[in-house]
């Protein structure tokens, strides 16, 4: 070793870094394709199983789409007035004539539904109706009544059920099916009239998944809640698959005649298992290819850079230096582009890259302003589009509540009012209205509630009529109006009033909303003013008027308990559109 020390330090200093450059550079490149192997075998199992969820989560979609489809034709099913008048009748509507009406009927509606193969229906007396595509199975209702789930189908009050053959009803040796159950009631009186169950064959169940399994050798498992194949299967059974689901995902990897698999569960919402078996090698070989070219690539730039090193390193020291000269402004901010005269090797290759950074640093800076402005806009937009469900939702309850109790020029009031409602909201997709239109909305809402509620307040405008033709963001009165009936007046459980007022002032325009209800405390009154509370009607408007606005618009709520509650909005005039007439 000592002889080998000495004989390096008599060698040329050209000599020298190149000895030094290959033993650095098979260490390096050793140590580096270590750890990209071990880093790459992480990957690649975190990859595969992936893709193997990906797939399970895009099978179970099928899946759910499959059973949702079916689930809607039984509604169609059993919604037949014909179907209704037979069940209702009981005894005295089972004939000959009624049975093969029925029959007719089943059988012409599931020859259009490659998705069914069998449905049967019972009224209460035990009549049976019924069409099947392949064999018809002989049970009757007392069959039914002895099964687990039909106490379940009259829980699910009209609801469907879902079994693996009906819960044993249908079992045969080479054919599976995935029964819907469900109880059949009157249209009118909504009681109980039939059970109706309804059939789909296993190969409607391969045949949802099956263009996404096509391509590679992955095998699909389908189980019930109990553990059976769904799906009859061959030559599986040298994988010894196990029921090792922890939660609604997992995986694990296992050799099978020296071959690794990954085998992946997932649990859906019926608590079946969808089960993948996905060779590794097929991620893997794609690997290889990649470490193959990697490597290479590292061999390549190591010949290139060690005769790039013999060739110039003698000559790299100077012009670095002049570089270095030249980017010191860097450290104290100031970016300025390298002058430095160089010819077109690595060094002047260095100065046009540290140029264009700078370049693009000066470019990034004003992209990161268009950024802000852009995400002002779409935080702008979440939020806009919270408030549109959460009117919807309490507009239908209205509807539903007055259909119920028979208001039928009610329900038409209030449906036309909706219609108004939105065609001024919407405004065309504009973000700002003028006042007066977003006062015809909140007039349009007004109405709603009005109806709803029987009158149950008073509304009192005083509009200042220079104002309406001033813009402002949408949908501000309608929240605020919203929150002062439901959480103002309508806990007082009594009459009361609700105050809307526009004031146009020099260099703003004045929204007011007050109402005469229930008030509220100091604790959360200052927990509205610091938005730490409220709810998407009163925060979402706050938030939406500062990001319109640019913070530059004044909100202020004030209250007492017992007393009512007041809103105030100040919208600067000349702000995002705000300019007048």
């Known amino acids: ?144 009544k002895q099964t687990k789930w039909y106490d379940e189908i009259f829980k699910a009050k009209g609801g469907a059920i879902i079994k693996l053959n009906a819960g044993g009803l249908f079992n045969e040796p080479d054919e599976n099916y995935v029964s819907i159950m469900r109880v059949i009631n009157d249209l009118d009186t909504q009681k109980p009239i039939g059970t109706m169950i309804v059939n789909i064959p296993e190969e409607a169940i391969v045949n949802s998944f099956n263009n996404i399994t096509r391509q590679g050798s992955t095998n699909i498992l389908l189980r019930d809640e109990n553990n059976n194949n769904i799906i009859h299967y061959n030559n599986l059974s040298e994988y010894c698959i196990e029921d090792k689901v922890q939660g609604s995902h997992y995986y694990y990897i296992k050799k099978v005649k020296g071959n690794d698999y990954i085998i992946s569960y997932l649990k859906n919402n019926l608590s079946w298992k969808v089960i993948s078996i996905v060779p590794f090698k097929e991620l893997s070989n794609q690997s290889n290819i990649y470490k193959t070219i990697i490597l290479n690539m590292l061999i390549l730039n190591g010949i290139m850079c060690l005769l790039g090193l013999i060739l110039i390193s003698y000559s790299i020291t100077k012009p670095i230096d002049k570089l270095i000269k030249s980017m010191i402004g860097v450290e104290n901010g100031e970016f300025k582009k390298v002058s430095v005269s160089t010819g077109n090797d690595e060094i002047g290759k260095l100065k046009d890259v540290y140029n264009t950074m700078i370049c693009r640093i000066e470019n990034l800076i004003e992209q990161i302003v268009k950024e802000q402005k852009i995400k002002r806009k779409a935080e702008l937009d979440v939020l806009q589009s919270q408030i549109k469900p959460h009117f919807l939702y309490n507009s239908f309850d209205a509807i539903s509540c007055l259909a119920l109790d028979g208001r039928n020029n009610e329900v038409y009031e209030i449906i036309k009012a909706l219609g108004n409602f939105y065609r001024t909201s919407l405004s065309n997709g504009r973000e700002v209205i003028y006042i007066r239109e977003e006062l015809q909305t909140v007039k349009s809402y007004l109405t709603i509630q009005q109806i709803r509620y029987d009158n149950m307040f008073s509304v009192h405008m005083d509009i200042d009529k220079r104002a309406n033709e001033y813009k402002i963001l949408r949908l501000v009165l309608q929240p605020l109006i919203e929150n002062a009936i439901y959480h103002g007046i309508k806990p007082t459980r009594r009459g009361g009033n609700i105050f809307v007022r526009t004031l146009l002032k020099k260099d703003c325009i004045e929204l007011v909303v007050e109402d005469d209800g229930v008030g509220m405390s100091t604790d959360t009154l200052i927990n509205i003013q610091e938005h730490n509370a409220g709810g998407i009607g009163l925060h979402g408007t706050m938030e939406r008027l500062n990001i319109f606005y640019n913070s530059k618009s004044n909100f202020q709520v004030e209250s007492k308990l017992g007393k009512g509650t007041k809103v105030t909005i100040c919208i600067p005039i000349g702000e995002e559109g705000n300019d007048g007439k």
């Not at 899946?63 to 209702?88: A, C, F, H, P, W």
């Open 1 to 144: 070793m000592k002889k080998l020390i000495k004989k390096f330090k008599n060698f040329k200093i050209g000599t020298k870094i190149v000895v030094c450059y290959l033993i650095l550079s098979v260490l390096s490149i050793s140590f580096s394709t270590f750890i990209y192997y071990e880093i790459n075998k992480r990957i690649m199992t975190r990859k595969v199983s992936e893709m193997a969820l990906q797939t399970l989560q895009t099978i179970d979609s099928s899946l759910d789409v499959l059973m949702y489809t079916v689930n809607n034709e039984s509604k169609i099913i059993l919604s037949n007035q014909g179907l209704q008048n037979v069940l209702r009748s009981g005894y005295n509507g089972f004939n000959y004539d009624s049975q093969i009406a029925t029959n007719r009927y089943l059988t012409e509606f599931i020859q259009s539904n490659m998705f069914i193969s069998s449905v049967y229906i019972f009224d209460n007396y035990g009549n049976r109706y019924f069409v099947d595509k392949k064999s018809y199975k002989s049970f009757n209702l007392e069959d039914i």
